[in-house]
């Protein structure tokens, strides 16, 4: 009777531990698509006289910016631009921090490559699955605002666009 109980008692224990295995294995198996290459953001350039603006594009459907916020360089202070009347100084330098997250079921390659404005980033850092990136601009009269500049803002992103487009249809 006793090596029946003992041998019950295994077979339970021996039931109960593959039993929680198969759920290890149930929660993790999940695909996780990865996304790499170089991920663009496009955001409006400082100008002096202006306010500052949070409106931007990505180049992507697979992650979303979380986080932006203005910063005047020189005195480290966050911009706020609906609860203010400031405005950018000529000759002024300001940064944008942008922290984008990957939408579920993705995730960042540890190698990913950020561009702000087709720029290389001042800073990058990975937390908990996002990226922030941080851009210094500087601030002169009018700059961005020539014909050709938005010229060349509106062709990129039509580009942009038309690659995505031809990448979802040929499956790259």
């Known amino acids: 009777m006793k090596t029946t109980k003992k041998i019950l008692a295994i ?20 695909t996780v ?3 790499s290459g170089t991920v ?13 603006s949070i409106d931007f594009t990505t180049d992507g459907k697979n992650y979303t910016v979380t986080a932006f916020t203005w910063y005047d360089k020189n005195t480290g202070a966050i911009l706020d631009p609906a609860g203010t009347d400031f405005v950018y100084a000529d000759g002024g330098e ?3 921090k942008i922290t984008l997250t990957p939408n579920e079921d993705y995730a960042f390659a540890d190698d990913i490559n950020v561009t702000i404005n087709e720029n290389a980033p001042t800073t990058m850092r ?3 699955g996002s990226v922030t990136v941080e851009y210094t601009f500087s ?4 700059a961005g605002h020539s014909f050709l500049s938005g010229v060349k803002t509106v062709l990129l992103t039509i580009l942009r666009v038309l690659r995505d487009l031809i990448s979802n249809i040929i499956g790259f």
């Open 11 to 30: 077979l339970i224990s021996v039931i109960m531990v593959f039993g929680a295995m198969s759920l290890a294995v149930s929660a993790e198996d999940n």
């Open 94 to 96: 300001y940064t944008a």
């Open 33 to 35: 698509y990865i996304i």
């Open 126 to 128: 990975f937390k908990d």
């Open 139 to 142: 601030c002169d009269k009018g």
């Open 40 to 52: 663009d953001v496009t955001i409006n350039t400082p100008i002096a006289g202006e306010k500052p």
